[in-house]
């Protein structure tokens, strides 16, 4: 009786063991996992801070300072892209991407390069003919440079950095120039070898008196107002940094024009047409030339100087010295501008220039009569808001630059100085310990690398 009883126990779980080992001629129908690869490579000079790199968008890696390899936490299968960007710059330093793009094969990608370099400042005095050139601390301070100044020519006005932060433009209203730069590792600019590039007729004066320049974010081309030529100037950039005129070397605006931008997509160039309160519009060609858009202009208020656009291409705002005021606009599909539903905010006396952090959460407007920078939230739909603190008080400011990082501010005063302040998670401006420092006379621009 025992017997038979252990051999049944012994049968069933025998037959049990089968069953869970899949048994007999079962065929198992279970898909094994896909084989997935992870995205990362190495860092350098990243000396201070984190750094936040991104991955298609979303997926978020912090690098802290010193460190030398990363590794995104989500693997990706074979045949998906990866795309990597800098999500957060860290504080005093510039870092730029290298092999950050390209398609999942067979073997985890490994050669990502994220370069970091210390971050510099440009300040632009006409009266001195002169550059101011910082080195930009990890505390946010200026500070000079061991070579402090570089000359430029007569009347230096609006300045430029390619995206790389390799060479620098600077217009000289007086010469009917633009000088040329080459950006040193120290932060120092060296005159090219061709040191200037003409921008159209110097005589009689006021010839075509450039004033601001702007560069598409790949670098290859430039464009330069001409306030008195009604004209903007085109220009190719070579892998020396020399300008070359395009083909079609200008192209004409209305009267006065002054500020000039171009969206980061590199589509869209627009300038404000001071002496006719209007923002001239183009497109942009595959070969750099600019044409007028099939609605040319788009009104604005008294005298607009400035003009900017947010980071993600979808609203234009122009400074209008004359009303004290700000234009807003939505950016369409064809590149055409449209006054927003709220047209324009008030900012202050003789507002001439607008700056947005590049998160495009906040703007500011330097008020050069007013003696007062006037902040600004970004709405979802574009429109700027008033802070709590709308203003802070700084003498006669003329442009406002802001930090790769975001974090820190730099204020432009006709008297000849910098102030410098750091940015509170809420917009609002706060002086740094060391308020300001030294600039040249009449400073009334600035770059900052990127």
Same mark, same amino acid.
């Given at each position: 009786m025992f017997n038979r009883i252990f051999v049944s126990l012994f049968s069933m779980l025998f037959a049990l063991v089968l069953s869970a080992c899949g048994g007999g001629n079962s065929t198992s129908t279970s898909t094994p996992p896909a084989t997935t690869y992870t995205v990362g490579g190495t860092?350098?000079?990243l000396t201070s801070g984190t750094l936040v790199l991104k991955n298609n968008g979303g997926d978020s890696l912090t690098v802290n300072a010193n460190s030398s390899t990363f590794t995104f936490a989500t693997a990706l299968a074979t045949g998906a892209a990866y795309a990597v960007t800098v999500g957060t710059q860290p504080s005093g330093l510039s870092c730029t991407v290298s092999n950050g793009t390209g398609t999942i094969a067979?073997?985890?990608?490994?050669?990502?390069?994220?370069?970091?370099?210390?971050?510099?400042?440009?300040?632009?005095?006409?009266?001195?003919?002169t550059v101011s050139m910082y080195s930009i601390g990890n505390n946010g301070v200026l500070v000079p440079l061991s070579t402090p100044t570089v000359a430029t020519g007569n009347n230096?006005?609006?300045?430029a950095i390619?995206?790389?932060g390799t060479f620098a433009y600077v217009a000289n209203m007086n010469d009917s120039t633009v000088?040329?730069?080459?950006?040193?590792?120290?932060?120092?600019l060296a005159p090219l070898s061709t040191p200037t590039v003409s921008t159209g007729p110097a005589t009689p004066a006021p010839g075509s008196s450039p004033a601001r320049i702007a560069i598409n974010s790949a670098g290859t081309y430039a464009y330069v107002t001409n306030i008195y030529g009604f004209t903007v100037a085109m220009y190719s950039i070579g892998s020396n940094g020399v300008l070359a005129p395009l083909s079609t070397p200008t192209v004409a605006t209305a009267r006065g024009p002054y500020g000039i931008t171009v969206n980061r997509a590199g589509t869209y160039a627009y300038v404000a047409n001071g002496a006719s309160s209007t923002v001239s519009m183009y497109s942009i060609g595959s070969n750099g030339v600019l044409a007028p858009l099939s609605t040319p202009t788009v009104a604005t208020e008294l005298a607009p100087y400035g003009i900017t656009i947010n980071p993600a291409g979808t609203y234009a705002y122009v400074a209008n010295a004359s009303s004290g005021t700000v234009s807003m606009y939505?950016? !369409? =599909?064809?590149g055409v501008l449209a006054p927003l539903s709220t047209p324009s905010v008030a900012a202050g006396g003789f507002a001439v220039d607008v700056t947005i952090n590049p998160a495009g959460t906040?703007?500011?407007?330097?008020?050069?009569g007013g003696s007062s920078v006037s902040m600004y939230s970004i709405g979802s739909n574009g429109v700027l808001s008033a802070l709590g603190t709308p203003t802070v008080a700084v003498s006669t400011p003329v442009a406002v630059g802001i930090n790769s990082a975001g974090t820190y501010a730099y204020v432009l005063s006709t008297g000849g100085n910098v102030f410098m302040y750091s940015i509170g998670s809420n917009g609002v401006l706060a002086p740094l310990s060391t308020p300001s420092v030294a600039? !040249? =006379?009449?400073s009334i621009s600035i770059a900052i690398t990127q």
């Open positions: 860092v350098t000079g067979s073997a985890n990608i490994i050669n990502v390069s994220v370069s970091c370099k210390l971050s510099f400042a440009y300040v632009v005095n006409p009266t001195d003919k230096p006005n609006g300045i390619t995206p790389a000088s040329m730069y080459s950006v040193g590792s120290n932060g120092v939505s950016i !369409g =599909s064809n906040y703007a500011y407007v330097p008020n050069v600039a !040249g =006379s009449g």
